[in-house]
Structure formats: structure tokens, C-alpha cells
């Protein structure tokens, strides 16, 4: 086993050096903007040590390890840096209490060990070091400069939003995953765009642009095996044309004018005093719900239902009355079926209650008076998109939670509204965060807010992120980018953050 010496030590000084000589930066600097999450504490000491096929991995956990999961330990060693250092383990009952998916490094001298609570903690603690290490100069190793590190999860529910539009290929959506994995979120939850091939009614998708079955299940069920739990989405409410509604497109409607019955007149939404449409919506969340794998959770939608109670049978009554059976209706077939129901947030405020002002509120009076007849195990994920400077909608969560429900903070693409919102979720000990993404995430340059500083946020409940010069930079993505691609042998097209590096498109 190689071990820290001299001319090592020497070289590793001169590098550090030179690195602040010519960027502007510390050594110790630009480790810690390397990391994303960044962990809880983390003492960086001289000298470094080298981590070979020689080396030996001390890990304790708190209970014995499974065969299945020390053998993924072991491919995460050569999955990550190519190596099969000897794994040594052991058990520690002390390490339950490290915290949620909690963690202790130390790279020594002598070498390399961890302490983790369990399997989960364990694995979130190796892709901190794959972060960390640097590959050797002209040898096979990883170089990591010896340090202490303590790290655990600050939010347990810490999500991701991603739509399968037409346009999203396969290999996208297992990068977006794959990247939610890297940055440590738990959850994610995806919702297909009249793209998912359904059995029971095949008519609601676009007949040329099913993604396929097998393909899919397999994102799934590697969703799974990474210890990330798939969430499926389905709006019940508007949205129902599952596209985009300024692309005028529908992807039921515009080959099936029969079922025109289960929508109001202008398609958006479906009809809550249609039994058929409750069947076949019911029909629709089952075959979801089973496809992923019958997780705890189901999310139904119900945002920006502008035309809901339009048509002749449901303006004749009460909407606020059909909102809340509506909404029941399927929190409790969820509920039969072991899931909790997820909902946006925006119909339960009253558009008009100066208590909202600048923050987003779609509904009336008639459908704010649902929340206190709703069942309080429904999930609310209250999306708020300013950012910090404005407000960032930062009363809405706390007034559901007085409410009485699990309340999810759910930001887009303000990075300060993203790191506010995860900041409001610790304080205030709300369920979780859910970032969303939309449209926005294909060739936007988003993603160093979407997966870098959101998985940041989510982990360490919005503290201020490592400051610098490459902490925001595009180059830090570079090797966290094509770290994700090597693991799935991806494209050209598939690699980095965008289908292509040059737009034929004149405006750009």
C-alpha cells in the first residue's frame, strides 16, 4: 500500500501553489467548490494520500451488511475510479446515531476510513469522495488530500420534477435521473406528457410518440436499485390535454373528438361531474401507480385548472363543493391503494387575497374554502419560482401547514429562490423540497441550478452554498457531467447539457 511520502508532499505543495499562483484560488478552495453537496464539516490537513488496487477501506455501518450491498460497494469502487481496493467491514452500533444518511471520513496516512449509519449513508458518503479525489499524474490511483469529513442530510424528502415531453428521448431521461442520484436526492418524481404507452386506454398519448415500455421500466426500475423512489405523476384535474397549452397540441382530442365528454368544452380540464372520466382517470392512476412500483406516493396534479366547472352539469353546482369531492375522490383510491396523494398547491389560494400578492395563487374564493374540508394526508407541493429577493412566496408553505398538512416547498430557477425555499423547509420543518425544472431543463444551461445548487439546497436546507470562482462556473460541471455519462455510456447527444454544442437557429 502506498502511503504519503516525502516527494509526494513536496509535489503536492508546489501544486497547491502554483494553483493560487495561476487561478486565483487555494488548494483548499478549490476542493471544497468541487463539492456538491457540500458536506456538514470538513477539515482539509497537508499532505494527501494515494488510493490504489493495493489499498485497503476501512467502513463500519451500525448493523451487518447485506452480501448484495457489499458487493455494490465493491462495484462502486470500480465503477467510480477503476479500483478493487480491499474493502474491510465492520459494525458499530454508535453509527445509528450519525443522523439521516449520515457520515464520518477520514483520509489519513494510513489510509481511508468510514463510518456510516447504514447502507444508504454509506453510499451517499462515496459520491462526496468521488468529488473529492483527483486522478493520479501519470499512474493508475486517486490522489485525496487527507482530510476529516461529517456530513448528513438536513431535509429527508429532498425531490426532483421531471417531465417526459414528446421530445425527450430514453437516454435523457436516464441522465436526469443518474444526475438526481449524484447529487443525492431521494426522490423523483416523473410525469410522462401523453408519451406513456397505457394499456388499459391506449388512446390517451400520442399514438406516434409512446415511449417504450421496457425501456422505461428499466429507468424506473434503476431509480430503485440507487435508492431514489420514482413518484408517478397524472393531473386530474387540468392538464388535461398533457401538453403544453400555448403548443395548442392535445394528445387525446386530436384523434379521439369522442371522448370529448370527460373534458369541460376547451380541453384543459377534465370534467368532475363526468363518471367516465373518474373510471378512465382511475383506471389511468392505477397502471401508473403499479408501473412504478406502487410507491407511497402519487402525485395528481390539480394546478392552474383555469376552465374547471365550465361546462353545462358542472356550472349548475356548487364548485367548491366538486373540487373537494373530486379531490377525495382520488385521495381516497390512493389511499385504498397504499399511496398518498401529492397536489399542487395554487387552486387552495384565492387569486384576489392580498395575503398572496406576488406569490402564485390560481384559485377563487369558491375553491379556497376547499382546504379545510380536504383530507389532511394529501401532500401539498406549494411551487413558488421567485426568488429571494422578492418575497419568493415564502408565506404560502406556513399557512398550509397550519393548515394541518405535509407541506413540500417547490422552487424553479431562481438559484436564490431555490436556496430560500430549502432554508423555509428546515426552519419551519416542513416535509421536504421538490424542485422542478419543465421545459427548461433541455439545452436551458440550467442544470447548475436544477441538480448542482438544488441538490445543495435540499441536502443542507439553503445554506449559502461554497462560494468562488468555480463554485457557479460551467466548468464544475464538466467533470460531474461526464462522470454521470461514463456511468451510463452515453451519446454524444445525451452527454453534457445540451443535444449539441452550436444552434442553427439565426437568433443565436
Not at 430503485?224 to 420514482?230: D, K, L
Not at 401508473?288 to 374547471?308: T, V
Not at 398547491?345 to 384576489?352: A, G, I, N, P, S
Not at 421538490?434 to 445554506?463: E, V
Request: with cysteine; charged share 25%; hydrophobic share 40%.
Amino acid at each position: 500500500m502506498r502511503k504519503t511520502v516525502c516527494l509526494l508532499f513536496a509535489a503536492f505543495c508546489f501544486a497547491a501553489g502554483a494553483l493560487a499562483a495561476v487561478a486565483g484560488v487555494s488548494a483548499e478552495s478549490f476542493i471544497r467548490q468541487r463539492l456538491s453537496p457540500q458536506p456538514k464539516e470538513l477539515e482539509i490537513f497537508e499532505g494527501m494520500y494515494v488510493l490504489d488496487g493495493d489499498s485497503a477501506v476501512h467502513i463500519s455501518v451500525s448493523s451487518p451488511l447485506s452480501d448484495s450491498q457489499k458487493l455494490a460497494v465493491a462495484d462502486i469502487f470500480r465503477r467510480y475510479w477503476r479500483l478493487s481496493p480491499a474493502l474491510e467491514f465492520s459494525e458499530d452500533a454508535a453509527n445509528a446515531n450519525l443522523g439521516p444518511e449520515g457520515s464520518e471520513t477520514e483520509i489519513s496516512s494510513g489510509g481511508i476510513k468510514i463510518r456510516a449509519r447504514d447502507f444508504s449513508a454509506l453510499r451517499q458518503a462515496l459520491k462526496t469522495l468521488r468529488q473529492f479525489a483527483e486522478a493520479e499524474r501519470d499512474g493508475p490511483g486517486q490522489v485525496f488530500a487527507l482530510a476529516k469529513i461529517r456530513d448528513f442530510a438536513s431535509l429527508e424528502f429532498r425531490g426532483i420534477h421531471l417531465c417526459v415531453f414528446p421530445e425527450t428521448t430514453l437516454e435523457e431521461l436516464e441522465k436526469y435521473v443518474r444526475l438526481a442520484e449524484y447529487y443525492k436526492f431521494n426522490y423523483v418524481v416523473i410525469e410522462p406528457w401523453g408519451v406513456f404507452p397505457f394499456e388499459s386506454h391506449p388512446e390517451f398519448a400520442y399514438a406516434d410518440r409512446k415511449i417504450d415500455r421496457k425501456g422505461f421500466k428499466k429507468i424506473i426500475d434503476y431509480c430503485r436499485g440507487a435508492g431514489i423512489v420514482p413518484i408517478p405523476q397524472l393531473s386530474v384535474l387540468g392538464h388535461g390535454s398533457q401538453s403544453r397549452h400555448l403548443s395548442g397540441k392535445h394528445a387525446v382530442l386530436a384523434a379521439h373528438p369522442e371522448l370529448a365528454n370527460i373534458y369541460e368544452p376547451l380541453g384543459w380540464c377534465y370534467c368532475m361531474s363526468s363518471e367516465r372520466a373518474g373510471k378512465i382517470l382511475k383506471d389511468l392512476v392505477s397502471e401508473l401507480h403499479e408501473f412504478y412500483g406502487n410507491p407511497p406516493y402519487f402525485h395528481i396534479g390539480c394546478d392552474e385548472a383555469y376552465d374547471m366547472a365550465t361546462c353545462y352539469k358542472c356550472r349548475a353546482q356548487n364548485p367548491a363543493s366538486l373540487f373537494v369531492g373530486h379531490l377525495d375522490k382520488f385521495r381516497k383510491f390512493l389511499r385504498s391503494r397504499g399511496a398518498r396523494p401529492i397536489i399542487w398547491h395554487d387552486m387552495l389560494l384565492d387569486r384576489e387575497d392580498p395575503r398572496w400578492a406576488g406569490e402564485v395563487a390560481s384559485g377563487t374564493r369558491d375553491t379556497a374554502k376547499a382546504l379545510g374540508a380536504l383530507g389532511k394526508d394529501i401532500v401539498i407541493a406549494d411551487w413558488q419560482y421567485g426568488g429571494a429577493e422578492n418575497g419568493g412566496g415564502f408565506n404560502t408553505p406556513k399557512h398550509f401547514k397550519e393548515a394541518g398538512f405535509d407541506v413540500l416547498v417547490c422552487p424553479w430557477e431562481s438559484d436564490s429562490g431555490i436556496s430560500a425555499l430549502a432554508k423555509t423547509a428546515k426552519d419551519e420543518k416542513l416535509f421536504g423540497f421538490l424542485q422542478t425544472t419543465w421545459h427548461h431543463i433541455y439545452g436551458n444551461k440550467r442544470y447548475a441550478s436544477f441538480f448542482r445548487r438544488a441538490g445543495d439546497a435540499a441536502w443542507n436546507g439553503g445554506r449559502p452554498p461554497a462560494g468562488g470562482k468555480f463554485a457557479d462556473s460551467a466548468l464544475t460541471l464538466i467533470p460531474e457531467l461526464s462522470h454521470v455519462a461514463g456511468d451510463m455510456k452515453a451519446s454524444y447527444s445525451a452527454a453534457g447539457t445540451s443535444l449539441s454544442q452550436i444552434s442553427k437557429s439565426i437568433s443565436d
